[in-house]
């Protein structure tokens, strides 16, 4: 008996293989409009959201805040319960508040030639980082920090670049991006000159790193930007060394000290 089997032969078609949309590409956050964005450092004092209320009540359309007590070390890991940050947000995203900028604690020293207290500040650093993170914050701003009396420039960009990859390892940043804000070159902290700060963001090519400009430490370093020639001077080497590309905020403050004091002491504008 003749076999009637009938065999089927399937060929593959390329255009029959299954493929996933791409992910619509992320939007843009609501303050990046064009829009002129000025704000005023306010207090978590009580509850976070009493920051926005304040930003939004004296006619602030951004705002800086501490995510934690910036004079002390934080106990544990000092998180953020999700049921606050989750209110953060969406009182942020009603208020049409941003950016938001979060300034870390002043101890945090990546710099420092004392290896426990340099390990205490990578750790503080990854925490400010995830506070950050669950706060929806756009940029984190944080001093570069000290090398000491008998360590090198070198040595603590050196430092402060490892410790910066060391506080991001295995976070996903997102749209956070990293602020290195320039000093007034009091003692041995760095960022006073922008070969400096130049020298950190070379070292961390992968980082979302920019710059963060404060005017009073800019003025006790040595740069007269009371003057437009002497701005337009101090625009140029910023340009000349970290981009001012690079540069994402700006701190408005007068000094209380004198030009080139390199000591760091802010004022009231005017």
């Known amino acids: ?34 829009s002129i964005r000025i704000g005023i450092h306010t207090s978590i004092a009580g509850d976070i959201l009493r920051s926005l209320e304040i930003a939004a009540g ?43 900028v979060i300034h870390t604690n002043y101890l945090i020293n990546m710099a420092s030639p004392n290896p426990v207290l340099r390990t205490q500040s990578v750790q503080a650093f990854h925490q400010e ?53 320039n000093t007034a070159g009091q003692g041995s902290s760095l960022g006073c000159f922008f070969e400096e700060l130049r020298g950190i963001l070379a070292e961390c090519p992968s980082l979302p790193i920019g710059i963060c400009l404060d005017t009073a430490h800019l003025f006790a370093a040595g740069w007269d930007i009371r003057t437009p020639g002497g701005l337009d001077q101090t625009l140029a080497e910023i340009d000349r060394t970290v981009g001012l590309r690079r540069v994402a905020v700006i701190h ?15 004022d009231h504008i005017g």
């Open 1 to 34: 008996m003749a076999d009637d089997t009938t065999r089927v032969v399937l060929t593959y078609d390329a255009s029959d293989e299954y493929r996933p949309e791409p992910p619509p590409p992320p939007e843009l956050p609501a303050w990046k409009d064009g």
């Open 58 to 100: 004296l006619g602030a359309n951004a705002l800086q805040i501490f995510s934690s007590s910036p004079r002390m070390w934080a106990r544990g890991s000092a998180r953020i319960a999700e049921v606050d940050a989750t209110r953060f947000r969406q009182r942020r995203s009603e208020l049409g508040l941003g950016p938001l």
């Open 129 to 181: 980082i995830i506070r950050a993170l669950a706060l929806g914050a756009d940029f984190l701003v944080t001093h570069p920090g000290s090398y000491g009396k008998d360590g090198r420039p070198d040595e603590g960009v050196a430092a402060i670049a490892q410790g910066l990859k060391q506080a991001t390892r295995g976070v996903k940043l997102g749209g956070l991006q990293l602020l290195l804000e």
């Open 252 to 266: 408005v403050n007068d000094s209380k000290t004198a030009l080139g004091s390199r000591v760091d002491r802010h």
